[in-house]
């Protein structure tokens, strides 16, 4: 990895609410025999996480994720006459493709980070002892027989990104399916002088894979960069679909488009056309008329890209968005990896590359990013609470228009109190009586009203005093069930 490439791994890495158990900070604690169990269990952890690596960095706080850099050097670092890093590798059980990269993050901030692959279908062992990590500890895997077992039976699976969509293309045809101006325009890359240069960059993207003297495009290439998808076979099945109903049911349809170009050629366009189908009501002022959006383009977006990047390509259907007078409904192929109460907080994807180069495209947020950022543009709209519904093959979400307090009911009140709670949390805030009548936009006269809801919401289990010993009720403040 080139050091830029460091730097915004290790701005990922402490953009984490906490270490985890995955990714493990120190400072200086060169211990050896401490090393080797963090990387059996960091190894261990990020198999049951399904996470491709674990992670123990050096030169990062771990209560507070600052970077201070560290006087460690595990590249030139010794365990007797031994070089630390060979070390370690012999008494790792199987042997690892460990990867050590030391780097400045900023001047006078070194950083040493151990990069460790996930498990594969058997535990990895430090000195014939599997280790594993049970929130931020690390312990004995034989302690935790269900999550050892799960680790045996992980057996390597190929992922949808890394098939192949059509083999054996000469060079000229590759670039007949895709298109170059646009992959290198979006990553924001000089575009090479040579095909041979564009060929070699699109490899290292995993966009195409070479095939003797030929080239075969990949899924991850045909999904993102095609031209046409309708010239992929059955990737034609998985064009963005978006359609607009007149009124608030699917009896009558206006419009119905496909987007027959990759996702990273169509995603402005989609969402173009997306905010073009919402209605905008007409409000006159004093001097002259204004339009009001619906809907925050910023909801739109995240929700839009979440249905395209976390979609199972291995169920049949289309990431679909319809749009109705009163809702706009986002819906993929598949059901979530992660429960739908934690969608704010925690993160997994079943497409990583896909998402890092949509990511970086800038079509996506960071890790775990988007459905706050969704929730929090919603509530600068005041609108309804975002729901998730899961289908039996589908994951359907929900961006409401703008209801009075009357005409919302318990449930969308409940919805709305929990996910502010989690968004003050995961921003490091709390939520009060105060804030909460500020989301629902609520004056002050009647606070009753989000009391109730709040009471509510800790009878449900949604919610949680962050202080039951403080019995001042003007000063109470609540947190998610889970924080």
Known sequence: MKQQELIELLKYLISLPKENEWVEFKVDNEDPMMIGERLSALADSACLEDEPFGYLVYGVVDETHEVVGTKFRA??????????????????????DLQVYEFDYEEGKHISLFKIPAAVDRPVKFLNVAYVRINSCTRKLMDY??????????????????????????????????????????????????????????ESEAVIVRSGAMWDITNLGAMLFAKDLSQFGPLKRKMIRIITYKGTNRLDTLKDEFFAKGYALS????????????????RIGPARRNTERTYPVKSIRELFGN???????????FPTVEIFEDRIEFSNPGTPLISVDRFIDEYKSRNDVL?????????CEEKGSGMDKAVMSNESFV?????????????????????????TNRSE??????????????NHQVMSNQSLRERFNIEEQNAAMVSRVIRDA?????????????????????IPYWA
């Open 145 to 202: 027989p269900e999550k050892e077992a799960k680790i045996w039976r992980n057996v390597p699976k190929a992922k949808f990104e890394a098939g192949i969509a059509m083999r054996e293309l000469r060079s000229e045809e590759v670039f007949s399916y895709l298109s170059a101006q646009d992959f290198f325009d979006l990553l924001d890359i000089p575009l090479p002088s040579t095909r041979d240069a564009m060929l070699e960059k699109f």
């Open 75 to 96: 590249k030139i670092a010794k365990k007797g006459n031994e070089d630390l890093e060979m070390w370690l590798l012999n008494r790792l059980n199987p042997r690892i």
């Open 383 to 407: 609108l309804p609470a975002i729901e998730i519904r899961v289908q039996e093959n589908r994951t359907v979400v929900i961006l409401f228009a703008r209801k009075t307090w009357a005409e």
């Open 413 to 426: 009140r409940l919805l709305a109190c929990y996910q502010h709670a989690c968004i003050k949390y995961v």
């Open 355 to 363: 998402t890092d180069i949509m990511r970086r495209m800038g079509f």
């Open 458 to 478: 800790i009878d449900e289990g949604l919610v949680r005093e962050e202080n039951p010993d403080n019995a001042s009720r003007k000063f109470k403040r609540y």
């Open 267 to 282: 995603f402005e366009d989609a969402i173009k056309w997306i905010d073009s189908q919402t209605p905008t009501p007409e």
């Open 307 to 317: 249905i395209v990047v976390h979609q199972n390509f291995e169920e049949e259907g």
